[in-house]
């Protein structure tokens, strides 16, 4: 190589190594995101294609660094979902894989159990409706279960009734999150990191009027201006994944608002509190779940988290911002739709995102032991919630590609919401089907 260099100087040279990395950087399909969805779907493509080329780009210079490597841990049971939705298959099939993988690879995880707590009277018809759900969905285990035996598998927990699902589990996502990729590069897959893609569109010879044209007539451009050639398309960008969609001209919507959701964490001496997950019964007025006691793989308890509009799509810390990512959420009426419907709620999440005591009220309906004294300021994380024009938020999973050239070699994951870690290994079976089925691989 060196030679060459000395040979051909150094504009030669370089034309050079543009062509051999054009030579190497071609694929059959290209996974875009390197989170827990995308690992997952390109481990299963590859292990169904052994035979076919795949890479997995990622912006960050590691893996799973955002919603993959930033949530609760909790591995859901399928309990809150719409019987006969996507995101109740995909959970109770996914919650199964997940805990049989963790046991083929050794990934430690903690079948700790979640109990959904009524505290007033009126909350007990929406947990027994819950119950029916739970049943309709298929969760093993479920029961309900009164003061007595709230506090026998939680002593310090108070509340009228709740729902028991000790099916539930917690586990560090992150870590099985490399797993999969180190399941990918065994099966001879690429992962490409630092590569934030910002453009892809078919390539000039690839024309109608070429005939056959190229066999990867797909570039995929990075801001370095770096190329990569391929057949097929996936997307599996989360917080992105309505820019990425736009950019390979596809719909706008469903359109991201990101959430910032804030966690309080009990001191290490006082996480004897908590054993298990300890949530509320959901409200059906208000968009977002509510604060619970969710116990960490490390020992660790986190509490919440609020839920807040970020500033930025990518802004972990309170004054984090971004004036296009600020800009894009404000000027989209389906955000306005949505904070019109819930004026109150939002207000009240604001407060309390200020206010240490304002969260611990919150907490001390479940544990009345809990102070201002006995947490601390914790993680926050990023929620890519997916809104439509008419300030919805979109609850289900959303698959979408495009029309033309381009469109139809795409399939854009555009909305996969919590439990999207829980199911990832059933979400990836679901995309490998679909690309089989769009791509006829």
Known sequence: AALLWQRAGSGGAEALWRAQRRQRSTFDVVVVGAGIVGLASARELVRRHPSLAFAVLEKEQELAHHQSGHNSGVIHSGIYYTPGSLKAKLCVEGAALCYEYCDQKGIPYKQCGKLIVAVEQDEIPRLKALYERGLQNNVPGLKLIGTKEIQAKEPFCRGLMALDSPYTGIVNYKQVAQSYAADFQEAGGTIFTDFEVTNMEMTKESSSESGEGLKYPVIVQNSKGEEIYCRHIVTCAGLYSDRLSEISGCSPEPRIVPFRGDYLVLKPEKSYMVKGNIYPVPNPRFPFLGFHFTP????????????????????????????????????????????????????????????????????????????????????????????????????????????????SRILHVRNAPSPAATSSLAIAKMIADEVKRRFEL
Do not use: H
């Not at 988290?305 to 990512?325: C, M, Q, S």
């Open 296 to 407: 960490r793989m490390d020992g660790s308890v986190w509490l919440g988290p609020n839920a807040v509009l970020a500033f930025k799509r990518e802004g972990y810390k309170l004054f984090d911002f971004n004036t296009g990512d600020f800009l894009d959420a404000v000027s989209y009426s389906g955000l306005w739709k949505l904070v019109l419907r819930n004026v109150s709620y939002g207000l009240s999440e604001m407060y309390r995102a200020c206010f240490l005591s304002a969260q611990v009220k919150q907490l001390q309906k479940f544990i009345p032991e809990v102070t201002v004294n006995d947490v601390l300021r914790g993680p926050s994380g990023v929620r890519a919630q997916a809104l439509d024009s008419d300030g919805n938020l979109v609850d289900d999973f959303v698959f979408d590609g495009g029309s033309g050239d381009i469109g």
